[in-house]
Nanobody
């Protein structure tokens, strides 16, 4: 069992940066694929980024070059650094964990409650 708690959301202006954090409880954090998803009002939840090891990451095309996912296994925490934010990045951002070895966009077993990110124009 893994419990996930996101933090770091807020209201920013277009072009600003934010760093989201996701603290995980439970054992074997380092063995999980970790992902970030987001859901905007009226839209389906979508994959944003995932990480297994520092050399094994994946990103949605819409955030490539602007967002960076990283993890600190000693702190049981995964991060999402978001730069050059746009109004279309406005959404609730969710952290998720999946058992396995490969970053993927589906099949995550555990989810956090989400943190709101609002980007004003």
């Amino acid at each position: 069992q893994v419990q996930l708690v996101e933090s770091g959301g807020g209201l920013v202006q277009a072009g600003d940066s934010l760093r989201l954090s996701c603290a995980a409880s439970g054992r074997s954090f380092s063995s999980y694929v970790m992902g970030w998803f987001r859901q905007a009002p009226g839209k389906e939840r979508e994959f944003v980024a995932g990480i297994r090891w520092s050399s094994n990451t994946g990103y949605a095309d819409s955030v490539k070059g602007r967002f960076t996912i990283s993890r600190d296994n000693a702190k049981n925490t995964v991060y999402l650094q978001m730069n050059s934010l746009k109004p279309e990045d406005t959404a609730v951002y969710y952290c998720a964990a999946a058992q396995g070895l490969i970053v993927r966009t589906y099949g995550y077993d555990y989810w956090g409650q989400g943190t709101q990110v609002t980007v004003s124009s």
